[in-house]
T-cell receptor, first 112, second 114 residues
């Protein structure tokens, strides 16, 4: 079945450093979504990428979708303590519109 | 306020005692889904529903049942809970299918089965 791998599992950074998490699918995806879960909270939608090679930015966050639509990345520039949490990618395919496969998440801690 | 609600938020029970976790959304969403979250395993989809009376298995459906008799409600039923079902459960909804639509998550239900 479809698998979505996410690395690294944990990342500890000093405030101001950059952070990147990578998401890799075993199969070609129709789109990919990114979610953030604060400690003790629930996942909250950040963004969706649909097109091959797509790049989207949200302030300090940059999201990329690979050309083959099998991988994606989230990059945070100059991390802040408010960026703490777990970041998940979710891969979706139009062959099964109800199924979403989440990566295991990357937990980011930021040292002030 | 647009939201997904779950009840109870916390539950401690014993092996074999049937329980239901309720999920309700007030956004008139067609799609609803249940996930469980375990340390190091991310979110795994249990069941989903594309619309009323339409449900389908996710990746880890064993030991769970669902029903979708009304659009707003999607209860998760554990007929005979076992300790390996101890987990954090999230309900989510989206406008139509999960494909191309953001999912709105409930606050979570932390279940412990002794």
């Amino acid at each position: 079945g479809q698998q979505v791998m996410q690395i690294p599992q944990y990342q500890h950074v000093q405030e101001g450093e950059d952070f990147t998490t990578y998401c890799n699918s075993s199969t070609t995806l129709s789109n990919i979504q990114w979610y953030k879960q604060r400690p003790g909270g629930h996942p909250v939608f950040l963004i969706q990428l649909v097109k091959s090679g797509e790049v989207k930015k949200q302030k300090r966050l940059t999201f990329q979708f690979g050309e083959a639509k099998k991988n994606s990345s989230l990059h945070i520039t100059a991390t802040q303590t408010t960026d703490v949490g777990t970041y998940f990618c979710a891969g979706l395919k139009n062959t099964n519109a109800g199924k979403s496969t989440f990566g295991d998440g990357t937990t980011l801690t930021v040292k002030p | 306020e647009a939201q997904v609600t779950q009840n109870p938020r916390y539950l401690i029970t014993v092996t074999g005692k049937k329980l239901t976790v309720t999920c309700s959304q007030n956004m008139n969403h067609e799609y609803m889904s249940w996930y469980r979250q375990d340390p190091g395993l991310g979110l795994r989809q249990i069941y989903y529903s594309m619309n009323v009376e339409v449900t389908d298995k996710g990746d880890v459906p064993e030991g769970y049942k669902v029903s979708r008799k009304e659009k707003r409600n999607f209860p998760l039923i554990l007929e005979s809970p076992s300790p390996n079902q101890t987990s954090l459960y999230f309900c989510a909804s989206s406008l139509s299918s999960a494909l191309y639509n953001e999912q709105f998550f409930g606050p979570g239900t932390r279940l412990t089965v002794l």
